[in-house]
């Protein structure tokens, strides 16, 4: 190879490095609103819950919120 060739697939890598640092950034700096929890030990089948960290008209004056989903078991299978 040709020395400007390496010095672009460099130059290259380097900027490929630097996007995904801000993008992985930016995805752990997003903020949460609140958890979508599934119930899946009802034999009738999975129920969703919402709860939520922000007041209901907080909720729902926004247009898109970012939620967590957990999955458990709250009723014993004994």
């Known amino acids: 190879m040709e020395g400007g060739t390496i010095i672009a697939l460099v130059i290259g890598?380097?900027?490929g490095c630097?996007?995904?640092s801000i993008v992985q950034f930016r995805e752990r700096n997003r903020q949460y609103v609140g958890d979508?929890?599934?119930d899946t030990s009802?034999?009738?089948g999975p129920y969703p819950f919402l709860e939520s960290f922000i007041s209901m008209d907080a909720l729902m004056?926004?247009?898109f919120v970012i939620?967590?989903?957990v999955c458990e078991n709250y009723i014993s299978q004994d």
């Open 42 to 44: 009802d034999p009738d």
């Open 67 to 69: 939620m967590r989903i």
């Open 36 to 38: 979508i929890r599934i």
């Open 13 to 15: 890598i380097m900027i």
């Open 18 to 20: 630097i996007i995904m």
């Open 61 to 63: 004056k926004r247009k």
